[in-house]
């Protein structure tokens, strides 16, 4: 693991200090988008957007103009794990999320659960105002809890299953995630969010993956017992966060579809990028509100709509 940067030590929380750079095809990194987004630190930490593309120097500015990224410089981001350490800055791969130190290119961390927490935690100083507190001290516990068995069973259950080469390992992932997916249906039966009644890190870390789970992980990792959408409480309570700003408008089907499927060759080698499903079943009415709570706390307030989308639409996209 990388230094994280806290407000101690060599990384200082220094707003314009940091870029963070992500795929928005990547559950992890989504995370950290939406923690930003929630956390109003936009002006605090840039973004960058990797194509959801990797080549054989994995992730790359190629949707900036030029192919390089206008704050960094790079074409690529194992650039700045070079920056850091020349001789072995690549040997454990190049992730993302991935934060950034501007003023020297070097990799900061790739340390993904840590990023989200510290944005929470380290940067209130530059948070907006009425941010949420999305890990509060009261609730650590069974945020903790909740998480461990998300992680192993649902964030990573379904690339447990996904990339199974044997067919009983394959069978244990999707037996553990829709077991889980199953307790967390009844879980939210009658709560809006997973812990306490707001929105907090447990119900971002569930997120990315349900955002994925119709258009990607049912059919391209063989989660198929049933469709998010063929949930009761689980699929209303994703539809809940979708409309909240900060999840729904971080969402990148276009991204997320073409990474997947364009880039596991071995799981899809024609890399046809299938069409559906159709997105606009994510707006759909949920009632979640019925159940009481409040999305960002009995202070908090939504983050402003998005000024303009996350990255340019339009023939970049062919
Ligand atoms: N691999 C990271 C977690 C984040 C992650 O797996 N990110 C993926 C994208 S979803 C990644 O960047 N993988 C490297 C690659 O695809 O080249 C870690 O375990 O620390």
Same mark, same amino acid.
């Given at each position: 693991m990388v230094a994280n940067p806290t407000g101690e030590g060599e990384w200082p929380a220094e707003p314009g200090r940091y870029r963070?750079?992500?795929?928005? +095809?990547?559950? @992890?990194?989504?995370?950290?988008?939406?923690?930003?987004? %929630?956390?109003? %630190?936009?002006?605090?930490?840039?973004? !960058?957007?990797?194509?959801?593309?990797?080549?054989?120097?994995?992730w790359r500015f190629s949707l900036d103009e030029g192919g390089v990224d206008p704050v960094l410089g790079y074409t690529h981001l194992e650039q700045a794990y070079l920056a850091r350490d020349p001789e072995n800055g690549t040997e454990n791969g190049v992730s993302v999320p991935a934060i950034v130190d501007v003023p020297s290119g070097q990799l900061v961390t790739n340390?993904?659960?840590?990023?989200?927490?510290?944005?929470?935690?380290? @940067? #209130? !100083?530059? &948070?907006?105002a009425v941010a949420p507190t999305l890990y509060p001290d009261e609730l650590r516990d069974e945020i903790d809890e909740v998480n461990?068995?998300?992680?192993?069973?649902?964030?990573?259950?379904?690339?447990? !299953?996904?990339f199974a #080469?044997? &067919?009983?390992?394959?069978?244990? !992932?999707?037996? +553990?995630?829709?077991?889980? %997916?199953?307790?967390?249906?009844?879980?939210l039966e009658n709560q809006r969010y997973l812990v306490g009644d707001h929105i907090t890190e447990a119900?971002?870390?569930?997120? #990315?993956? %349900?955002?994925?789970?119709?258009?990607?992980?049912?059919g391209h990792f063989k989660c198929n017992r049933q469709k998010l959408a063929e949930f009761g409480a689980l699929w209303a309570y994703a539809r809940d966060l979708y409309q909240t700003p900060g999840f729904g408008d971080t969402v990148d089907f276009?991204?997320?579809?073409?990474?997947?499927? &364009?880039?596991? #060759?071995?799981?899809?080698?024609?890399?046809?990028?299938p069409l559906g499903p159709e997105p606009s079943v994510w707006l759909t009415p949920h009632h979640r509100e019925e159940l009481g709570g409040s999305p960002f706390g009995p202070e908090g307030t939504a983050p402003e709509p998005l000024e303009r989308p996350l990255r340019p639409l339009g023939p970049i996209d062919m």
């Amino acid at each position: 693991m990388v230094a994280n940067p806290t407000g101690e030590g060599e990384w200082p929380a220094e707003p314009g200090r940091y870029r963070l750079v992500v795929s928005l +095809a990547c559950p @992890w990194a989504h995370r950290s988008v939406i923690v930003r987004r %929630l956390m109003g %630190l936009e002006d605090a930490i840039s973004l !960058a957007i990797t194509d959801p593309l990797q080549d054989d120097r994995s992730w790359r500015f190629s949707l900036d103009e030029g192919g390089v990224d206008p704050v960094l410089g790079y074409t690529h981001l194992e650039q700045a794990y070079l920056a850091r350490d020349p001789e072995n800055g690549t040997e454990n791969g190049v992730s993302v999320p991935a934060i950034v130190d501007v003023p020297s290119g070097q990799l900061v961390t790739n340390d993904f659960p840590n990023v989200t927490l510290d944005l929470g935690r380290e @940067w #209130t !100083a530059h &948070q907006r105002a009425v941010a949420p507190t999305l890990y509060p001290d009261e609730l650590r516990d069974e945020i903790d809890e909740v998480n461990e068995g998300v992680f192993h069973d649902v964030n990573n259950g379904v690339y447990k !299953a996904g990339f199974a #080469t044997r &067919q009983s390992r394959y069978e244990e !992932a999707y037996t +553990a995630l829709f077991a889980r %997916l199953d307790e967390l249906d009844e879980r939210l039966e009658n709560q809006r969010y997973l812990v306490g009644d707001h929105i907090t890190e447990a119900d971002i870390r569930l997120f #990315t993956t %349900l955002a994925r789970f119709d258009a990607v992980y049912q059919g391209h990792f063989k989660c198929n017992r049933q469709k998010l959408a063929e949930f009761g409480a689980l699929w209303a309570y994703a539809r809940d966060l979708y409309q909240t700003p900060g999840f729904g408008d971080t969402v990148d089907f276009d991204h997320i579809k073409r990474h997947y499927h &364009q880039v596991q #060759t071995t799981i899809n080698p024609t890399q046809i990028v299938p069409l559906g499903p159709e997105p606009s079943v994510w707006l759909t009415p949920h009632h979640r509100e019925e159940l009481g709570g409040s999305p960002f706390g009995p202070e908090g307030t939504a983050p402003e709509p998005l000024e303009r989308p996350l990255r340019p639409l339009g023939p970049i996209d062919m």
